[in-house]
C-alpha cells in the first residue's frame, strides 16, 4: 500500500481543514519537512504505525494495543482494517479515525493524518 501522511499541526499552522478536498494537493505543494509530509510503502499485513516505523518516521504511540489512542490518525482517503475498537466512539470512527497501532492498510492507497491528539473528543481518550 502506498501511504500518504500528514502531521495534523501542520493544518493548524497553514490554517487547513481535516475536510479540504485539496488537502493532500496543498500539502504536497507546500515545502513541509518529511517530518511532517511525506509517503512511504506499507505492506498488507502489518499494522501502519510500524510501516511509519520502518521508513524513518516517529509518530506518537503510548501503548501498541489499541488502549489510549495516542497513536491515533484520520484516514482521508481509502480504509484502514482496525480488528477491534474498545475506546473509539462510532462518531469518531465515521470521522475515520483509527487505531494505527493495530490497524493495517485495506486499499492500494492511503491518505492519513497522524498527531491527532487535538481533535475534539481525543484528548480525554489518551493515557
Ligand atoms: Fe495506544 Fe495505539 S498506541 S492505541
Excluded at 509517503?39 to 521508513?55: D, Y
Excluded at 489510549?68 to 484520520?74: D, E, I, K, L, S
Excluded at 482521508?76 to 473509539?88: A, D, K, R, T, Y
Excluded at 465515521?94 to 475534539?120: F, M, Q, W
Aim: include cysteine.
Amino acid at each position: 500500500t502506498h501511504i500518504e501522511y500528514l502531521n495534523y499541526e501542520v493544518l493548524d499552522d497553514y490554517g487547513w481543514g481535516l475536510h479540504d478536498d485539496d488537502l493532500f494537493e496543498n500539502a504536497a505543494a507546500a515545502d513541509l519537512s518529511a517530518e511532517d509530509y511525506g509517503e512511504f510503502i506499507a505492506p498488507p499485513n502489518e499494522n501502519v504505525l510500524k510501516a511509519a516505523e520502518r521508513s524513518g518516521q516517529r509518530w506518537p504511540f503510548a501503548c501498541r494495543g489499541g488502549a489510549c489512542a495516542n497513536c491515533a490518525v484520520v484516514v482521508v482517503e481509502g480504509e484502514m482494517e482496525m480488528p477491534s475498537n474498545h475506546i473509539l466512539s462510532s462518531e469518531m470512527m465515521d470521522e475515520g479515525v483509527r487505531l494505527s497501532c493495530i490497524s493495517a492498510p485495506k486499499t492500494d492507497e492511503l491518505k492519513i493524518v497522524y498527531n491527532i491528539k487535538h481533535l475534539p473528543g481525543l484528548d480525554e481518550l489518551r493515557l
